[in-house]
């Protein structure tokens, strides 16, 4: 194989890389550890707009404070809270980053929150704003594995081409 098609084929790994690269998970738990709020919530309510696919639909929480790590505005235990987001609902075969969790009623989350004008509070760490330091480890090593198995199959694409 020649230099020009090694050449060809690193850009295009490279580029393929780039495509499928999520948020490095230490942004992930950085935004987690640096949230002015750390609690454990238990879901009450949850509205969601309609979402047909492929859009994003904005999500009402009501939830209760189960247990309190870190906090700045004062919430306490037994407290209940707003929290508000919007999630993407992603269409069949998407491959983009990672919604941000869909809350449910009765279940219990961490949370990594700040408050949005003393009114409600807002995720701050984006897909790991409603996931332990465990979960969010879990979903980096998955996304991770399947990026390098989506840019082999690129690579091998690309062999295939140049032996053409």
Do not use: H
């Not at 295009?12 to 002015?36: H, K």
């Not at 996931?131 to 980096?140: A, G, H, V």
């Amino acid at each position: 194989m020649t230099l020009r098609s090694w050449t060809l084929i690193m850009v295009m790994v490279a580029a393929f890389a780039v495509m499928y690269a999520e948020i490095p998970p230490m942004e992930f738990l950085e935004a987690q550890d640096i949230s002015p709020e750390r609690v454990d919530i238990t879901v009450l309510n949850v509205k969601a707009d309609e979402c047909p696919a492929g859009e994003f639909c904005r999500i009402d929480v009501v939830a209760r404070v189960d247990k309190v790590y870190r906090t700045v505005t004062g919430i306490k235990e037994g407290d209940q809270i707003k929290i508000k987001y919007e999630r993407l609902n992603p269409p069949e075969g998407y491959e983009g980053l990672t919604p941000i969790t869909f809350l449910q009623t009765g279940q219990t989350y961490p949370a990594f929150l700040q408050t949005y004008r003393f009114s409600w509070y807002v995720p701050v760490a984006g897909v790991a704003s409603f996931l332990s330091f465990q979960d969010t480890i879990q979903l980096e090593l998955t996304v991770a594995k399947n990026g390098i198995e989506d840019v082999r199959a690129q690579v091998n694409t690309i062999k295939d081409f140049l032996k053409e």
